[in-house]
């Protein structure tokens, strides 16, 4: 299997990754720290890309660079691979009631789930983060900027079908309030040394 990592970069709004995306609402490119990125207003910008960059990996390693951004709904899903409502994954946050957000992610897969979430684990908004989840062939791992949060186990099988989308979850729900950079998909397991380390700048 090649095990080089699918690196997606949502720098514009007509080709993510050679896919033509179906774009929701109004989402902006704006300039980000590391270059453009694309901001979601938390109401209705989204996007739908068709591939599913999870086809055939019975282990990985997901990034994603985002900002979450105050004032948003207090359940976001800004990424969502997979199908709408079988077999899938998510990231998520969770925003408090002092300004603050913690990650949720999910996993469904052949009849078996996982979350991961935790209000122990809270971090400011309105600043860059890299959240990764790490999956072993069998227990899921979650990071942000590089630091474990929480584990758990999973019977997975390989999630083919679907396709993937940000800024909102499938079925046009949970908006996002905030912007995404890049989407780094390794096809095996990374530790924290290899992790991508854009909140750093």
């Known amino acids: 299997m090649n095990k080089q990592p699918i690196q997606i970069y949502f720098n514009n709004l007509d080709n993510i990754f050679g896919n033509k995306p179906i774009v929701i609402g109004n989402p902006k490119v704006i300039d980000s720290p590391f270059g453009k990125a694309v901001e979601f207003d938390g109401q209705k910008d989204g996007m739908l890309i068709n ?13 994603v660079v985002f900002k979450p ?9 800004f990424l969502h691979i997979g199908e709408c409502h079988g077999d899938r994954l998510l990231f ?4 408090t009631d002092n300004g603050q957000w913690y990650l949720d992610t999910f996993i ?19 600043k860059w983060y890299v959240a990764a989840l790490v999956f072993n062939g069998n227990e ?3 990071y942000v900027n590089g630091n474990q949060e929480l584990m758990g186990q999973l ?7 679907g ?12 908006w996002f309030r905030g912007s995404l950079y890049e989407v780094r998909i390794t096809p095996q397991v990374l530790t924290p040394d290899g992790f991508l380390r854009y909140n750093d700048r």
Do not use: W
């Open 51 to 63: 591939m599913n960059p999870l086809r055939g990996l019975r282990q990985f390693t997901i990034e």
């Open 69 to 77: 951004y105050s004032s948003g709904s207090a359940e976001q899903r």
């Open 92 to 95: 998520e946050t969770r925003l």
């Open 108 to 126: 469904a897969s052949g009849g078996s789930s996982q979350a991961l979430m935790s209000r122990n684990y809270c971090h400011y908004l309105d």
């Open 140 to 142: 899921i791992t979650n």
């Open 155 to 161: 019977k997975y099988k390989s999630m083919d079908a």
């Open 163 to 174: 396709q993937f989308s940000i800024g909102v979850r499938q079925n046009l729900m949970s």
